[in-house]
């Protein structure tokens, strides 16, 4: 007898769409069919609803006002079930002093299943412990090529160095590409001529500079032999770049994220400092060609970046952190802006946000498919149930929104993970520590996995 059973709803994978049941056993999935002939401790009726993989955020940072006990709850109430966080080391902290505080932390009061990037701030003094990192299951090591006023900023040197010692301990690059030093001088000449910081943002921070800074950490990344992961994907510029570096066969994977799909450079008009993130929002045009880039497998995942900050619409543009909270609403957008907006399939929904980021990290099969012997992560998503966006029933720590007052369709309504009840009807039932630490083995996707390859709706 399994221990349960959902019954009667249409599986979404990134094959196709079919009506299926699934049977779970021992927090794994034992069977999928249609009517299947298994008896069950419990029920579950999916009539009407869909079936997703957990949703796999490969993209947070819990170490603002959402922490690795918060944010993941906020992120179960979006339908995610796996997050894979940025342990970053700042100056002055060790790589792996900081690989083993997130995990303890993360081990004790998380209600998801993690993985964790390693973080770099001053690679100089911490790339040299890469070799530990990959070998603790954490093989994915990010380093910002701007910001360097923050003083995060990496120098090429350390970039190629840092890429070098990934491609021989055979880790994965990712990098915040924008070109920092030409940045800083378009803001400082801005600030000398006092302009209004909110109306020249994007000029400050314009696409070919991003398209710039890829096309570098790409060539970059080819020399030391090491796959290359570019999150928060922004603009039209960009995606071509990626196109090219794929078209000649290179490992290089990309990301965009709801903010960026939904939101353009009008959004700063109206909400100044709360849409304040690092790459900008863009124009129309661009939002567009993300979508047709995830359309047409340029790019290949969809996460959050969910970096929730304490800021006002009031405050200083300038002086105002980046960042805003993204998680709980990722799922429901990149569903409405993309299937409801025509952009791409359900299929390829389950691809970007499911198994290419279980792929891209080494988590298949484990995670991000519904097939026997896999983890039993599930999600089952109502697209009729409509849903007015407020900051008031999100359950972020920040108190706003990017996407207030938006009434979209298609929403989560219950969630599992190894088998176990996350979210039913807006009530989440995980406790504290549910979550486990999941090493990754990251980099090793080739771009025919990646590929979407969905045939539609099998009925």
């Known amino acids: 007898m399994a221990e349960l059973i959902v019954r009667g709803g249409r599986i979404v994978t990134a094959r196709g769409v079919r009506a299926a049941d699934v049977a779970i056993e021992q927090g794994r999935i034992v069977a999928v069919g249609r009517d299947l002939a298994v008896n069950a401790e419990r029920t579950v009726d ?15 940072h819990p170490v603002y006002l959402d922490d690795l006990v ?36 993360g081990e004790a009061g998380s209600v998801l299943d993690f993985a964790l990037h390693g973080g770099l701030f001053d690679p100089a003094h911490q790339s040299h412990e890469i070799p530990q990192a990959i070998e603790a299951g954490v093989t994915s090591h990010k380093m910002f090529m701007t910001y360097a006023k923050l003083g995060w900023m990496t120098d090429d040197y350390q970039l190629m160095r840092t890429m070098d010692i990934l491609g021989a301990a055979g880790g994965m690059a990712m990098v915040h590409a924008e070109n920092g030093l030409a940045t800083d001088y378009l803001q400082d000449k801005t600030n000398e001529a006092g302009a209004n910081a909110r109306d020249v943002f994007v000029q400050t921070r314009p696409a070919i500079l991003e398209a710039e800074a890829l096309h570098r950490a790409i060539a970059m990344a080819q020399v030391g032999g090491c796959p290359l992961y570019i999150p928060h994907m922004t603009a039209l510029l960009g995606v071509l770049e990626i ?50 880039a995830l359309a047409d497998g340029t790019i290949d995942t969809i996460a959050s970046d969910h970096a929730a900050k304490a800021k006002t619409p009031e405050d200083d543009f300038f002086a ?40 891209i990290f080494g988590l298949f099969p484990q995670k991000g498919v519904i097939q026997p012997g896999s983890d039993a992560d599930l999600v089952l998503f109502d697209p009729q149930r409509r849903t007015h966006i407020t900051y008031a029933t999100q359950h ?56 979407f390859s969905g045939n539609g709706d099998e009925g």
């Open 243 to 292: 196109a090219r570096a794929k078209a000649l066969g290179y490992r290089v994977y990309a990301e965009t994220c709801p903010q960026y799909l939904t939101l353009t450079e009008q959004a700063l008009i109206e909400q100044g400092p709360l849409v304040k993130i690092g790459p900008p929002l863009r124009s129309e045009s661009d939002r567009t060609a993300l979508w047709q």
């Open 396 to 451: 972020s720590n920040a108190s706003y929104t990017a996407y207030e007052g938006m009434d979209i369709l298609g929403s989560p309504v219950m969630s599992m993970q190894r088998g176990d009840i996350l979210l039913e009807q807006g009530t989440l039932h995980a406790s504290a520590g549910h979550g486990q630490f999941l090493p990754t083995r990251s980099g090793h996707a080739t771009l025919a996995e990646l590929r």
């Open 70 to 105: 918060s944010l993941p709850i906020t992120a179960a109430y979006g339908g995610v079930t796996t997050v894979i966080h940025f342990a970053y080391a700042k100056p002055g902290e060790g790589l792996m002093d900081t690989i083993h505080r997130f995990r303890e932390e």
């Open 320 to 359: 105002a952190p980046y960042g805003s909270p993204q998680v709980e609403t990722m799922l429901p957008l990149a569903f409405h802006g993309g299937v409801n907006g025509g952009w791409i399939s359900l299929s390829r929904l389950a691809q970007v946000m499911c198994e290419n980021p279980a792929r």
């Open 46 to 60: 999916a009539t009407g609803l869909l079936v997703f993989p957990g949703i796999i955020d490969a993209h947070t």
